[in-house]
């Protein structure tokens, strides 16, 4: 874990892990990721996880897992708990093969490729998110906007930035990511 003692200390951490699953082991595995994210969710600075699965129709059977921490406090005393080390002991009767962890700052894991080691530079991030993020703000605005004509800006706003996180984690950034892979790397 050496790894994790260069990250920043005072900024959101996010933890990439990747697992190969055993064919058969698929709900064993749900199983397990429900009950580690019940436990992770109680522990101080945790922001939230995602799962995502193997694609439907590929003979993958890696699933990614992603959860962020507040700083690197927070995001060490999950990583040396007793409550983590024992539910990663269980793991691995229906892994294929070790998990795989790579820690992030910031909003790096949304250019987190398969197959790709490095990171684009942050000025290419930052003009990426940004061609997604302005015009979804306009659109999501004006939608919301004459959805709920009577709602306040604040509501509104509320509407838009959830949906607009979700649409940025699961649709636009995995999507532009693809798209603009040689400019970006």
Known sequence: MSEINQLPENMPLTTIVRHTIKLGAEKDFEQWSQNIGN???AFKGFRGKYVVPPKIGTTSNEYTVAFQFENLETLTAWMDSE???TEVKKLKSFSEKEMQLEYQEGIDFWFTTPGETKR???WKMAILT????FPMVLILLELYGRLFPTFSLTLKV???TVTLVALLTWVLMPNLTKLFKRWLY
């Open 120 to 122: 684009p530079p942050k």
């Open 158 to 160: 509320l509407f838009v």
């Open 39 to 41: 436990i992770v969710s």
């Open 130 to 133: 940004w061609v997604a993020v």
């Open 83 to 85: 409550e983590r080390i």
